[in-house]
């Protein structure tokens, strides 16, 4: 920062030149200093959080992977729970891993959606099922920043895998249909080996007396809609008794990216729980097992 | 403003300028450790639950 001059060479000034040049240019600066703020913020939301993030998201893996070593072990303590290190808000109690974003892709689910929890990653709607009961597994995630673990869900298609892992299970969810899809599924699932198990949830088409008839892969909604997390999405609670309900997955996050004017909704259905031990407690294996490699 | 500033600041100009760039790295860390962390959930980008 070099200092400007303030008096023109040679040219005496008025007093009421130099006011009106002061307040100028310090309007000037002004305006400038608050493109740089925003320039700042931009940044920090699109980077410094995910940094933050990264760290809680680290420790928390730490802290999951130890719990349940520890369960596993045969003297685990009455108290597994509880450990040295401070969990803070760390309340993980499963993992979500995606195929289709690397084999590598995973995050520990927190359970509960405050900001507290999403900033260290997915959170668990804690009304909604747990992993593989019936009802709905209901997951929200960040989309920028924070670590943004469902920035790229727009890009699932039907039939792409939602594996989530307990300490026991991999729980393997499949999108469903996308809306165009679910006339002409029979055919699609023929062709395609991944859709096999993977149905419409509807007996006779789109009806308003399908309980599963607003339920597809994808869908767009209004931030109000709390009924997309609902044990039947977009229905009333007791549409169905609980044990005809299917196991469901649905993940949320903003829409359109940068903005929380809608919500990006992902349902899936359960199609296969695939004890840790059957593959000797290996996600390669069970991928593999998927033909996801 | 940043000229009054500039001019204000005590000691030589190498000095200054040190002054200077501890004054700005301490505005961009109440920006960064303060203000941003409080802003964020007050604007609308980043609502991701329903």
Same mark, same amino acid.
């Given at each position: ?11 005496r000034?008025t007093?009421?030149?130099?006011a009106?040049?002061l307040v ?5 600066e ?9 320039l700042?913020f931009?940044?920090?939301t699109?980077?410094?959080?995910n940094w ?5 998201q680290?420790e ?6 130890r719990?349940w070593?520890?369960q ?8 597994a729970g ?8 760390d309340?993980?109690?499963a ?7 690397g084999?590598d892709?995973?995050y ?8 507290d929890?999403?900033e260290?990653?997915?959170g668990?709607?804690?009304?909604s099922a ?7 597994f209901?997951?929200?995630?960040h ?5 943004a673990?469902?920035?790229d ?7 792409d895998?939602?594996?989530?892992e307990?300490?026991t299970n991999?729980f393997v ?10 006339d ?7 062709r395609?080996?991944e ?5 419409t949830?509807?007996?006779t088409?789109?009806?308003?007396g399908?309980p599963y008839?607003?339920?597809?892969g ?5 931030p ?8 039947v999405p ?8 609980r044990?005809e ?6 993940l949320?996050?903003c829409?359109?990216q940068?903005s929380?004017?809608e919500r990006?909704?992902?349902?899936g ?19 593999e ?5 | ?9 005590p ?9 200077? &760039?501890v #004054?700005? /790295?301490?505005?961009? @860390?109440l &920006?960064m #450790?303060v /203000?941003?962390?409080? @802003?964020?959930?007050? #604007? ?5 639950s329903v």
């Amino acid at each position: 920062m070099s200092q400007r001059p303030e008096r023109g060479n040679g040219v005496r000034r008025t007093a009421g030149h130099r006011a009106g040049y002061l307040v100028i240019r310090t309007a000037g600066e002004l305006l400038i200093t608050a493109g740089v703020v925003l320039l700042l913020f931009v940044f920090y939301t699109l980077y410094v959080t995910n940094w933050t993030s990264a760290q809680l998201q680290r420790e928390s893996e730490e802290r999951l992977e130890r719990a349940w070593d520890e369960q596993d072990g045969m003297d685990a303590p009455a108290d597994a729970g509880t450990d040295s290190t401070d969990a803070g808000t760390d309340s993980a109690f499963a993992r979500i891993r995606i195929p289709a974003f690397g084999p590598d892709y995973r995050y520990t689910v927190q359970s509960g959606v405050d900001a507290d929890h999403l900033e260290i990653g997915p959170g668990h709607y804690p009304q909604s099922a747990m992993p593989g009961e019936p009802g709905n597994f209901g997951v929200a995630g960040h989309r920028i920043g924070r670590g943004a673990p469902f920035t790229d869900l727009d890009e699932l298609g039907s039939c792409d895998a939602l594996v989530v892992e307990t300490a026991t299970n991999f729980f393997v969810y499949r999108v469903l249909p996308f809306d165009e899809e679910i006339d002409g599924w029979e055919a699609i699932r023929q062709r395609r080996p991944e859709c096999a198990n993977v149905s419409t949830l509807r007996d006779t088409g789109d009806g308003p007396g399908e309980p599963y008839g607003d339920t597809v892969g994808r869908r767009i909604v209004t931030p109000d809609r709390s009924d997309a997390v609902a044990p039947v999405p977009y229905r009333e609670v007791d549409v169905l008794p609980r044990l005809e309900q299917a196991a469901l997955i649905t993940l949320t996050t903003c829409h359109p990216q940068y903005s929380d004017r809608e919500r990006l909704i992902v349902h899936g259905v359960l199609t296969q729980q695939v004890p840790k031990s059957q593959v000797q407690d290996d996600y390669g294996q069970l991928l593999e097992q998927l033909g996801e490699v | 403003m940043y000229a009054w500033l500039w001019r204000h600041l005590p000691g030589p100009r190498p000095v200054r300028a040190l002054i200077a &760039l501890v #004054l700005i /790295v301490g505005v961009i @860390a109440l &920006l960064m #450790l303060v /203000v941003f962390p409080w @802003a964020e959930p007050l #604007l609308p980008f980043n609502n991701v639950s329903v």
